[in-house]
């Protein structure tokens, strides 16, 4: 029988599994932890990384009450719990606090969940956010291609952005502009309708970075984007280059979405656009949880603190105060694609080939630089099934590897680092694929 505190670890997305061991690894061996993961039809790898898995969906109506009743029996034993999916950001926090933990509010928890109830809110206080420089763009929730065209007729001059109000990973994100196709647009947009799709104002700020962190703890990432149609990402980047005053506007606005979304003591990474002179922001979207594209794990390379043990500790109360985020080197996450629209498996590399590290090799010769300032920190396919794949990615599940790297030294720029080696890498992979397949000699 299983005694001593109870860690609740409220669903995930599966890309993210190895973060969660991590979190279930030190909240064991740091707070002695019992571990029980809730998800809807939790695999045999849940219940790997958990002492124990409850099936059960977050998006369910009743998933508080439920979750409540089969918890019941030990209540006194829990003693921390973390929401760690977007599906999970309302209805986690609910359960948790039925449950007697301490959390984040879960009445403006719908912000972070829901693109449009976010936009709702900052409407509301339009006035205040206006005077602090932020910008609030004009949105409405769709529901037809007629409603579609009068959105686009209010806008016609500066264009707009249509996209799912739920999804995540810049799936059915389209940028339209003057003169495009609303028929093709509002096709993209078709497979989303029932869950809800929004337009909103086309934000005419380029730079684009995250304010990330947990509780009190915060730091700037550096967005790269795709231009034209898809502005998926391409690269984050951390530490982010900014001037000090370019530092005041993106907290200030970070914190306010902070305020908007009811996050406190738990993790933000708040989506935030730049003007270009400095001093004008807008949120593209909050989020209650930590950042995708290993950024955390980019925080712990730059930064030297781990993130997602922090965050344990904050869930049971111990976390210890820190002192200012101060970088010891450059780190990137880089997405990479391919380099002709085809179909994908990465068992289409050839045996033996390695793509990626070539294409780091490269780039560091191509900058000059020597043994030990680019360093691969990991490296991973994105998916082991075969797949038709886009050379100019629509979203993120359109790239096929994703490449992560740590920069020492000031010889070169992470950021032209990250062009330079996503060339590099496209070059690679395709010697890869068009490389012999060695022969199997018999003995």
Same mark, same amino acid.
């Given at each position: 029988m299983m005694t001593g505190p109870i860690l609740i670890i409220v669903d995930y997305n599966l890309s993210r599994i190895d973060e969660v061991r991590h979190l279930q690894e030190y909240a064991r061996e740091r707070h002695s932890a019992t571990v029980i993961l809730i998800r809807a039809d939790p695999t045999e790898t849940d219940h790997a990384i958990a002492d124990e898995v409850i099936d059960l969906d977050p998006l369910s109506d009743d998933f508080a009450e439920l979750g409540e009743k089969l918890l019941a029996d030990r209540r006194e034993r829990i003693k921390a719990g973390i929401v760690f999916s977007d599906n999970a950001v309302r209805s986690g926090v609910e359960l948790l606090e039925r449950l007697g933990v301490a959390v984040d509010s879960p009445h403006l928890a719908e912000g972070a969940f829901s693109k449009h109830s976010y936009r709702l809110g900052e409407s509301r206080v339009a006035d205040l956010l206006t005077a602090q420089g932020i910008m609030v763009p004009a949105f409405a929730k769709i529901s037809s291609f007629e409603e579609l065209s009068v959105f686009a007729r209010d806008h016609a001059e500066e264009g707009f952005v249509v996209k799912p109000a739920v999804e995540g990973n810049n799936r059915g994100v389209v940028a339209v502009r003057p003169g495009d196709d609303l028929t093709a647009a509002f096709a993209e947009v078709l497979p989303y309708l029932d869950s809800g799709v929004i337009c909103e104002e086309f934000i005419p700020y380029?730079?684009?970075?995250?304010?990330? +962190?947990? $509780? =009190?703890?915060?730091?700037?990432?550096?967005?790269?984007? #795709?231009? @034209?149609?898809? %502005?998926?990402?391409? &690269?984050?980047?951390?530490?982010?280059?900014?001037?000090?005053?370019?530092?005041?506007?993106?907290?200030?606005?970070?914190?306010?979405?902070?305020?908007?979304?009811?996050?406190?003591?738990?993790?933000?990474?708040?989506?935030?656009?730049?003007?270009?002179?400095?001093?004008?922001?807008?949120?593209?979207?909050?989020?209650?949880?930590?950042?995708?594209?290993?950024?955390?794990?980019?925080?712990?390379?730059?930064?030297?603190?781990?993130?997602?043990?922090?965050?344990?500790?904050?869930?049971?109360?111990?976390?210890?105060?820190?002192?200012?985020?101060?970088?010891?080197?450059?780190?990137?996450?880089?997405?990479? +694609?391919? $380099? =002709?629209?085809?179909?994908?498996?990465?068992?289409?590399? #050839?045996? @033996?080939?390695? %793509?990626?590290?070539? &294409?780091?090799?490269?780039?560091?010769?191509?900058?000059?630089?020597?043994?030990?300032?680019?360093?691969?920190?990991?490296?991973?396919?994105?998916?082991?099934?075969?797949?038709?794949?886009?050379?100019?990615?629509?979203?993120?599940?359109?790239?096929?590897?994703?490449?992560?790297?740590?920069?020492?030294?000031?010889?070169?720029?992470?950021?032209?680092?990250?062009?330079?080696?996503?060339?590099?890498?496209?070059?690679?992979?395709?010697?890869?694929?068009?490389?012999?397949?060695?022969?199997?000699?018999?003995?």
């Open positions: 380029r730079r684009e970075y995250s304010f990330d +962190g947990l $509780g =009190s703890l915060e730091f700037l990432t550096e967005k790269i984007s #795709a231009r @034209g149609r898809y %502005p998926v990402e391409i &690269a984050q980047v951390l530490p982010a280059a900014v001037d000090e005053y370019e530092l005041v506007t993106l907290k200030r606005t970070g914190r306010q979405a902070n305020l908007l979304v009811g996050q406190r003591n738990g993790p933000f990474h708040n989506e935030i656009k730049l003007s270009d002179d400095g001093l004008s922001a807008a949120i593209v979207e909050p989020n209650r949880r930590p950042a995708g594209m290993k950024i955390w794990s980019m925080a712990r390379w730059v930064y030297g603190i781990d993130l997602h043990h922090r965050w344990v500790d904050t869930a049971f109360g111990t976390a210890a105060n820190t002192g200012q985020l101060v970088p010891r080197c450059s780190a990137a996450t880089v997405m990479l +694609g391919v $380099g =002709s629209d085809r179909s994908f498996s990465p068992d289409d590399v #050839a045996v @033996g080939a390695n %793509p990626f590290a070539e &294409a780091v090799q490269a780039t560091a010769e191509w900058f000059g630089l020597g043994e030990g300032e680019l360093t691969i920190m990991e490296f991973s396919w994105l998916s082991p099934a075969r797949r038709e794949l886009h050379a100019v990615a629509r979203d993120n599940a359109d790239f096929a590897a994703q490449g992560c790297v740590v920069l020492h030294g000031d010889r070169a720029d992470i950021r032209t680092v990250v062009y330079a080696l996503r060339e590099a890498w496209s070059d690679a992979l395709d010697r890869a694929l068009n490389a012999p397949t060695p022969v199997r000699r018999g003995l």
